[in-house]
C-alpha cells in the first residue's frame, strides 16, 4: 500500500512520574499463539473483555461505523495486545521471538465464516457477522511502514519497535484503499486519557446493561507497559484500574518488594589503552 504525502504529517521506569506524552499498551501474556482463543473458548466461557468487543463490534455493523462504537474499536486496536513467544525461521535474537498481535482483530478473525450477526442484546450478546469482521480487519489495520509503503499484518515482532528501516503503525482506512495519506498512520499505544476510557469500558459489567450484578473483578494476567519505560504486571481488573487512576493522579508508587542484597568488591583502576606513536 502506498503512502500519499500530500496531507500533514503528525528509560527511566517512572512508575511515579507522570510522563507527558507517554503511551500505553495493554499486553495480554500468553504462552503461545494458540492460547489466545482461551479468551474466547476457555472453560469458563468468553472473557469479559472479548464479551463486550464483539457486542460492540456488532453494534458498529448495526449502525454502519457512524456510532461513537468504532471508536472505541480504534482504541482497542492500537492499545490492546496479546504478547506470546513463537520461532520463525529468520530468528536472530530474543526480540524476534516474542510477538504482538491486536486482541480485536485476534478475535474478529477467530469468527467461523458464514456467521450471522446478533443484535447486540442483555450483558453483551451481541457478535458481528463474519463479514462484517473481515471488514473490520482490513479497516482497522497494524502494519510496518517502509519508506512510502505500509505493510497490513500481525503479529508483529518486538524487534520491529526498534527497528531504524522500518516503523509498526495502526492506520484506520477503507478496507479496498490502496493509498492513504501519511497522516492516517498513528503510532500505537493509547495516551492516558485514552486509555482510562478504554479501561472504564473493558472492565466494568453492569446491571443496567442486562448482566445480573454489577461486576468489576476479574482474574487478568497482564502487562501495562508505556513508552517512556513505564511497566507494571496487573493481576485483576480492579487493579488495572485503580493503577491507572493513581497514574493520573502523580501518586502511583513503586510495585513493593522485597530489597535485593547488593554485594560488592574493593574497585580496581582501569589502565588507559597505550597510544603508539605512527610510524614514520
Not at 31 to 56: H, I, V
Request: proline share 5%; with cysteine.
Amino acid at each position: 500500500m502506498n503512502i500519499s504525502l500530500d496531507g500533514n504529517a503528525e528509560s527511566k521506569m517512572g512508575d511515579a512520574i507522570h510522563q507527558f506524552g507517554e503511551r500505553f499498551a495493554l499486553l495480554e501474556i500468553k504462552p503461545d499463539q494458540s492460547y489466545c482463543q482461551s479468551e474466547w473458548m476457555g472453560s469458563k466461557g468468553p472473557k469479559r473483555a472479548y464479551r463486550k468487543l464483539m457486542d460492540l463490534a456488532a453494534r458498529d455493523e448495526e449502525t454502519k461505523g457512524l456510532t461513537d462504537a468504532r471508536q472505541t474499536l480504534i482504541q482497542s486496536t492500537r492499545g490492546h495486545f496479546f504478547a506470546y513467544w513463537g520461532e520463525t525461521d529468520g530468528d536472530q535474537s530474543h526480540m524476534h521471538q516474542l510477538f504482538i498481535q491486536p486482541y480485536l482483530l485476534s478475535a474478529l478473525k477467530a469468527l467461523p465464516a458464514g456467521s450471522y450477526f446478533t443484535q447486540t442484546g442483555s450483558c453483551y450478546s451481541g457478535r458481528p457477522s463474519s463479514h462484517h469482521a473481515v471488514i473490520l480487519e482490513g479497516s482497522l489495520t497494524v502494519g510496518l511502514q517502509l519508506g512510502n509503503n505500509f505493510h497490513p499484518g500481525w503479529p508483529t515482532a518486538l524487534a520491529d519497535f526498534f527497528s531504524t528501516a522500518q516503523a509498526v503503525r495502526f492506520c484506520h482506512k477503507d478496507p479496498k484503499a490502496l493509498t492513504v495519506p501519511s497522516s492516517c498512520l498513528l503510532e500505537l499505544g493509547l495516551e492516558i486519557d485514552e486509555l482510562q476510557t478504554y479501561v472504564n469500558f473493558l472492565c466494568t459489567e453492569k446491571k443496567s446493561d442486562g448482566c445480573e450484578r454489577d461486576v468489576l473483578e476479574e482474574d487478568l494476567k497482564m502487562i501495562l507497559i508505556g513508552s517512556q519505560g513505564f511497566i507494571r504486571h496487573i493481576t485483576n481488573t480492579t487493579e488495572l484500574m485503580n493503577v491507572i487512576k493513581a497514574y493520573r493522579e502523580d501518586r502511583l508508587v513503586p510495585t513493593l518488594g522485597v530489597s535485593p542484597r547488593f554485594n560488592e568488591h574493593p574497585s580496581v583502576t582501569v589502565i588507559p589503552k597505550p597510544k603508539y606513536a605512527p610510524r614514520t
